[in-house]
T-cell receptor
Framework: GAVVSQHPSWVICKSGTSVKIECRSL??????MFWYRQFPKQSLMLMAT?????????EQGVEKDKFLINHASLTLSTLTVTSAHPEDSSFYIC??????????????FGPGTRLTVL | GQNIDQPTEMTATEGAIVQINCTYQ??????LFWYQQHAGEAPTFLSY??LDGLEEKGRFSSFLSRSKGYSYLLLKELQMKDSASYLC??????????WGAGTKLIIKP
């Protein structure tokens, strides 16, 4: 099946610094990618939908100036957590939409990035 | 390598019971998640198992056997709204989520 990678797998940073997380679709082009956040034992929470070449659409309650999303190519989307604070510590997961046909699509998930802010 | 296997598609009848199996081979184990995802929506959390045994939550139950690398999700009293994809995911020793491809469940009246 299609593969989505994330980099880094885990990151520890100091409060106030910015962290960039990359999401890549390795063997297909993804015009749409999604960014999720997951706190322990809770559901994936959709943060934003990223469309290649246009501005991301953020879910209610997600600060767009704090979580910067760039989807500059059909295989890469980045999430930058700016001025990170300990409450931003979480598991960030991306997924990419694979349009396999006119009426069929699949969503492939990345392995996640564990962010710890000290 | 790491691998999660679950059936691609299953069909069941409204009111019946269905069991969706998931087998895994991962480098380490820190828990197994089941998610439900309706088309076009974000996945929603159903269960988390880290110890062997059965966890019951309403109409849904999840079972885990770590020695067998096996889990199942049991859905009882099926309703039409249960038609969705069910994703199995394992947290490995590096706390990376390894995702199954999902099982599309079709409920017929």
């Amino acid at each position: 099946g299609a593969v989505v990678s994330q980099h880094p797998s885990w990151v520890i940073c100091k409060s106030g610094t910015s962290v960039k997380i990359e999401c890549r679709s390795l063997d297909f082009q993804a015009t749409t990618m999604f960014w999720y956040r997951q706190f322990p034992k809770q559901s994936l929470m959709l943060m934003a939908t990223s469309n290649e070449g246009s501005k991301a659409t953020y879910e209610q309650g997600v600060e767009k100036d704090k979580f910067l999303i760039n989807h500059a190519s059909l295989t890469l989307s980045t999430l930058t957590v700016t001025s990170a604070h300990p409450e931003d510590s979480s598991f960030y997961i991306c997924s990419a939409l694979h349009l396999a046909g006119a009426s069929y699509n699949e969503q492939f998930f990345g392995p996640g990035t564990r962010l710890t802010v000290l | 390598g790491q691998n999660i296997d679950q059936p691609t598609e299953m069909t069941a009848t409204e009111g019946a019971i269905v069991q969706i199996n998931c087998t895994y081979q991962t480098s380490g184990f820190n828990g197994l998640f089941w998610y439900q995802q309706h088309a076009g929506e974000a996945p929603t959390f159903l269960s988390y198992n880290v110890l062997d045994g059965l966890e019951e939550k309403g109409r849904f139950s999840s079972f885990l056997s770590r020695s067998k690398g096996y889990s199942y999700l049991l859905l009882k009293e099926l309703q039409m709204k249960d038609s969705a994809s069910y994703l199995c995911a394992v947290l490995d020793s590096n706390y990376q989520l390894i995702w199954g491809a999902g099982t599309k469940l079709i409920i017929k009246p």
